[in-house]
């Protein structure tokens, strides 16, 4: 079965509100996440990622929160824009594996 | 910025027919990879190179598929013999290292098979 998966598929926010995109994943030897970003008819954007030994990483008006306890990860971003539309990937490196693995995504709608 | 690129951005095929699929990873990267997309689905993984040889692939990528590194910087995918279901968006990635790096994507071919 796939390592990693989406609570939601789809979440609507107004501009300028804070977005929390949430996954989970199965593996709990994984040990690497990447969070991608995926807007109509191009391929998936590096946005931000952390490893295991991490909880928390910052980026530019985005966070991702690692709780291992829970095998959950989350993606926040911040003040919300209408060009953070889009789908949100989480995926990982399943234990063993050299593919990374993709969960099912969440489609992120901005209202002005 | 460096960036991978992919053509043609579309390709139609007739089912039965053979397709190449063209890639052009960052010139400083060692792994190679082929992922793909049917439409309102999640990415899947394909196929991944590295020295010149494969270094893990699924199940989708049977005996149809193949992979080439033909010289110094492309990268293809060759689907021998389209079935319908092959329809899809094909992304090529690359990275640095293959242990727990980003990969970067291509922009993508759609590939539709009639």
């Known amino acids: 079965g796939e390592s990693v998966g989406l609570h939601l598929p789809t979440l609507s926010v107004q501009e300028g509100d804070n977005s929390i995109i949430n996954c989970a994943y199965s593996n709990s030897a994984s040990d690497y996440f990447i969070w991608y970003k995926q807007e109509s008819g191009k391929g998936p954007q590096f946005i931000i990622d952390?490893?295991?030994?991490?909880d928390k990483r910052q980026g530019q008006r985005v966070t991702v929160l690692l709780n291992k306890t829970v095998k959950h990860l989350s993606l926040q971003i911040a003040a919300t824009q209408p060009g953070d539309s889009a789908v949100y990937f989480c995926a990982d490196f399943p234990a063993g594996r050299r593919a990374l693995t993709f969960g099912s995504g969440t489609r992120l709608q901005v209202q002005p | 910025e460096p960036e991978v690129t992919q053509t043609p951005s579309h390709q139609v095929t007739q089912m039965g027919q053979e397709v190449i699929l063209r890639c052009v990873p960052i010139s400083n990267h060692l792994y190679f990879y082929w992922y793909r997309q049917i439409l309102g689905q999640k990415v899947e993984f394909l196929v991944s190179?590295?020295?010149?040889?494969?270094?893990?692939k699924s199940e989708i990528f049977d005996d149809q598929f193949s992979v080439e590194r033909p010289d110094g910087s492309n990268f293809t995918l060759k689907i021998r013999s389209t079935k319908l279901e092959d329809s899809a968006m094909y992304f090529c990635?690359?990275?640095?290292?293959?242990?727990?790096?980003?990969?970067?994507f291509g922009s993508g071919t759609q590939l539709s098979v009639l």
């Open positions: 990635a690359s990275s640095v290292w293959n242990d727990n790096e980003k990969l970067f």
């Open positions: 190179f590295y020295n010149n040889e494969i270094s893990e």
């Open positions: 952390i490893r295991s030994n991490m």
